[in-house]
């Protein structure tokens, strides 16, 4: 994927202020792949597909395909399954749908694009044939304030099976953001729209700045005789053969660093020399067959004092990975209990000391720490993330307090590190990690002497307040 700096260098240069618009398409735009088919696997896994539904369904696609019905009554074709529905009980399938299924399908470089403009104070909003409750919840997520979009019609709260016309689509889009840009004081000449579909040629020609975005054959015809910018997005979706490559080197890499691992804590007599060899040089060469590489601002924090607590908000299956690359030596983890048993990595993280911790019992946990301050009494640093567990999303966690206790009780500093992006390599749930450039931020130590149990609780907050303001930078 190209870098962030790369892909929002235009965007950098233009006007700043409210009067330039960014509008975004959804699927294939904001999203890989399509909105709707996260509906259907959420229905399908909670509630089944009835043989009269699934009739019906059918039926209004193809009638809509083959141009026999409109896009509206395409939607209340496909719909009966929602009338009656209240307006929460719409908005709550919504966001549990964004959550099991859509959020870690958001292109990272769309991402980047709409952070861009934010940043250039730029109006930005989703214009789009869905309807709220299926991408409000997108909506919040990126930060997006305006959503343009297809209407139901409610009837004493509860949807009645109909669509309000007209939906926004095709000409209907173009309509929205004209109004929209009268009501907002917007000027569409300097504005953007960025969009995966032929449908949507009509706004495309009335923005100043069009911009597509992995476009369709018909689309990408037009966009090649019209001389508009073109993106590419690789990096969700299915894995093409480079990734699948990277994730075989990556599991590959484990003999090698194994080989290095054991001779260096045979000719050193110390098994915890053989463990740091190993684990940097397995994450050395598993982000070199994968593609990832580390932007580090305030590397030398990670030298100015140890031992100390490194702690990291937890985004991805690829931040031990990422923690190991950094820290290289001289440190133990924390990790959940139900890591110990796991096949494979449970024996590599027992052999490298790490302390496994039962977080379902809390005397269990707290006593289970003990071992991580003998640690650090022995000169060791300890890498833990205080959320616990990881996000779906780049929101952060309330921090527990074991990491904070542990440093007091072993009289060391905090080293806050603050990992940005690394959902963009691998989000939660992921397998195959991306190509990506990892935006890491390592804070000073904060030093614990004098802190009290008492005031814990502030200087927590303290700490997740910088975090934020970090991941909001």
Not at 80 to 93: I, M, W
Request: glycine share 8%; proline share 4%.
């Amino acid at each position: 994927m190209s870098t962030r700096r790369q892909l929002t260098h235009e965007i950098e240069q233009a006007p700043q202020g409210a009067k330039v618009a960014a509008f975004f398409d959804v699927d294939r735009t904001l999203l890989a792949g399509f909105s709707a088919a996260g509906f259907m696997k959420d229905r399908f896994s909670n509630e089944g597909f009835s043989l009269r539904d699934m009739l019906g369904a059918a039926a209004g696609t193809w009638k809509f395909g083959s141009g026999q019905t409109s896009f509206p009554s395409f939607l209340e074709d496909t719909s009966t399954n929602l009338v009656g529905l209240s307006e929460d009980e719409l908005l709550a399938q919504g966001e549990r749908v964004f959550a099991d299924h859509l959020v870690t399908d958001i292109y990272p470089e769309s991402r980047a694009l709409v952070e861009a403009h934010q940043r250039q104070g730029h109006t930005v909003a989703i214009v789009s044939s869905a309807t709220h409750f299926q991408i409000d919840a997108l909506a919040r997520e990126l930060g997006i304030e305006h959503v343009l979009c297809t209407e139901l019609e409610f009837e004493d709260g509860k949807f009645t099976g109909k669509v309000q016309r007209p939906a926004c689509w095709q000409e209907g889009k173009a309509r929205a953001a004209s109004e929209f840009a009268r009501e907002h004081d917007v000027d569409l000449e300097e504005s953007y729209f960025y969009t995966d579909s032929h449908d949507d040629i009509s706004l495309l020609d009335a923005v100043g700045k069009p911009r597509l975005v992995n476009p369709d054959r018909e689309l990408a015809s037009v966009g090649s005789r019209r001389g508009w910018p073109v993106y590419q997005f690789h990096s969700r979706g299915t894995p093409g053969r480079r990734e699948i490559a990277g994730l075989l080197g990556a599991l590959g890499s484990l003999g090698p660093a194994a080989m290095v691992g054991i001779p260096a804590a045979i000719a050193s007599g110390s098994v915890r020399k053989g463990a740091d060899m190993m684990l940097n040089t397995y994450s050395e060469l598993a982000m070199t067959a994968t593609g990832v590489e580390l932007n580090v601002e305030g590397e030398h924090n990670l030298w100015s004092h140890r031992p100390a607590v490194f702690i990291f908000n937890h985004q991805s299956g690829l931040d031990s990975m990422l923690m190991a690359r950094l820290t290289k030596r001289d440190v133990v983890g924390v990790a959940k209990k139900e890591l110990e048993d796991a096949p494979i990595v449970g024996p590599l993280m027992k052999a490298a000391g790490v302390v496994f911790v039962d977080r379902g019992d809390r005397n269990k946990a707290i006593e289970a720490l003990q071992p991580a301050v003998e640690a650090m009494q022995k000169g060791l640093s300890v890498v833990v993330a205080p959320e616990g567990t990881r996000s779906a999303t780049r929101k952060l966690g309330r921090f527990k307090k074991g990491a904070f206790h542990m440093a007091m009780a072993a009289g060391v500093p905090i080293v806050p590190v603050v990992i940005k992006n690394a959902l963009d390599a691998l989000p939660r749930d992921g397998v195959v990690i991306r190509s990506a450039t990892v935006d890491i931020v390592v804070h000073e130590p904060i030093p614990t002497e004098g802190w009290r149990s008492e005031d814990l609780d502030d200087h927590i907050a303290e700490i997740e307040d910088l975090y934020r303001k970090t991941l909001e930078a």
